[in-house]
C-alpha cells in the first residue's frame, strides 16, 4: 500500500516568494497534519485538517495556510517567504483521533535562497 | 511551554547490543505517546506508540516503557543492528480538538558493527 507522498521532494527559493506543498494521505486516512522540522530538531506542529477544515494550528505566521480537498489530500501554502522558513517540511495522515498513530511522508526540502 | 525532551542526545552501541532510549515530557495531561525513527533524508517512521492507561508494549524487537509517575518514557531495541541507527524521537499528543503531536530534539543512535 502507498505511504504519505509529498511533492515536489525538494524546492528551491528566493525571498519574497510563495510556495505551495502537496501532500496525499494513506487511502482511508481522512486527517492529515503538516510540521516544520528545522535542521537538528524535532518536527513543530503547523497544521490540522479533518474534513476539509483546519482543526489545529500551531505557532505560526498568517503567511503559512493549508487546506483539504475531498479526497483528503492536502496543499501546504507559504507567502513572502523568509530566509527562516528554509526547512523539511513534513505531512502526516491518520485515522480520526487524536490517539491514532500519525505516518509521515518524507517531506518536502525547501530552501529559500 | 510544555515540551517533550530527550536525555541522552547521542547513543552509540555495538552490534547485538541492547539499546535504551529515554525521554522526559512535562505534560501530565498527555495520554498517547509515540515512538518515531527518522533516518537521514526520509520522513519519521512510526515504531510503536503506548496510551497512558498501560505501562509497557512491546513490539518486533522494541518495547516501550512508560512511567507517568515520574513524567519519562523509554525506547529498548533488542539485538541493535546496523540498520537501527537513525535519529529516534518520541512524541506525545495532549488530547483537544486538534491532533498535535509534541516532539522532543531527539536522539542519535549510531550502531558500531
Known amino acids: 500500500d502507498a505511504g504519505v507522498t509529498q511533492s515536489p521532494t525538494h524546492l528551491i527559493k528566493t525571498r519574497g516568494q510563495h510556495v505551495t506543498l502537496r501532500c496525499s494521505p494513506i487511502s482511508g486516512h481522512k486527517s492529515v497534519s503538516w510540521y516544520q522540522q528545522v535542521l537538528g530538531q524535532g518536527p513543530q506542529f503547523i497544521f490540522q485538517y479533518y474534513e476539509k477544515e483546519e482543526r489545529g494550528r500551531g505557532n505560526f505566521p498568517d503567511r503559512f495556510s493549508a487546506r483539504q480537498f475531498p479526497n483528503y489530500s492536502s496543499e501546504l501554502n507559504v507567502n513572502a517567504l523568509l530566509l527562516g522558513d528554509s526547512a523539511l517540511y513534513l505531512c502526516?495522515?491518520?485515522?480520526?483521533?487524536?490517539?491514532?498513530?500519525?505516518?509521515f511522508g518524507d517531506g518536502t526540502r525547501l530552501s529559500i535562497l | 511551554g510544555e515540551n517533550v525532551g530527550l536525555h541522552l542526545p547521542t547513543l552509540s552501541v555495538q552490534e547485538g547490543d541492547n539499546s535504551i532510549i529515554n525521554c522526559a515530557y512535562s505534560?501530565?495531561?498527555?495520554?498517547?505517546f509515540i515512538w518515531y525513527k527518522q533516518e537521514s533524508g526520509k520522513g519519521p517512521q512510526f515504531i510503536i506508540d503506548i496510551r497512558s492507561n498501560m505501562d509497557k508494549r512491546q513490539g518486533q524487537r522494541v518495547t516501550v516503557l512508560l512511567n507517568k509517575t515520574v513524567k519519562h518514557l523509554s525506547l529498548q531495541i533488542a539485538a541493535t543492528q546496523p540498520g537501527d541507527s537513525a535519529v529516534y524521537f518520541c512524541a506525545e499528543y495532549s488530547g483537544g480538538s486538534n491532533y498535535k503531536l509534541t516532539f522532543g530534539k531527539g536522539t542519535l543512535l549510531t550502531v558500531n558493527p
Open positions: 505534560n501530565s495531561a498527555s495520554d498517547y
Open positions: 502526516a495522515s491518520s485515522l480520526v483521533g487524536g490517539d491514532r498513530p500519525q505516518h
